[in-house]
């Protein structure tokens, strides 16, 4: 592992305690919870930045939902943003 990967690795795993401490997904409304998963980065952490990932690794994706798996927390949505098309304003956050 790399100097880059391992920083990066922290990075994710600090955020991912931080999302399942507040708000706590097993105390939370499922859609409050994955609106602050989205706005941290681990929806699909494949995705850009902004657009509920982190421009990571696809591969890494099945780490962070094996990890929010254990603290409780709700499936994510099966509806992915629009990360390839429409204009950058159309994909703006709301």
Request: one cysteine or more.
């Amino acid at each position: 592992m790399t100097d880059q990967s391992r920083t990066t690795r922290e990075q994710l795993a600090g955020r991912l305690d931080h999302v399942t401490r507040a708000p706590s997904p097993r105390t939370t409304h499922p859609v409050e919870f994955l609106a602050a998963r989205f706005d941290a980065g681990l929806a699909r952490v494949h995705y850009p930045d902004g657009l509920g990932g982190l421009g990571l690794p696809r591969a890494w994706q099945g780490d962070v939902d094996a990890q929010l798996a254990e603290t409780g927390a709700p499936l994510h949505c099966t509806t992915p943003p629009a990360t390839g098309s429409g204009s950058a304003w159309q994909r703006r956050p709301l």
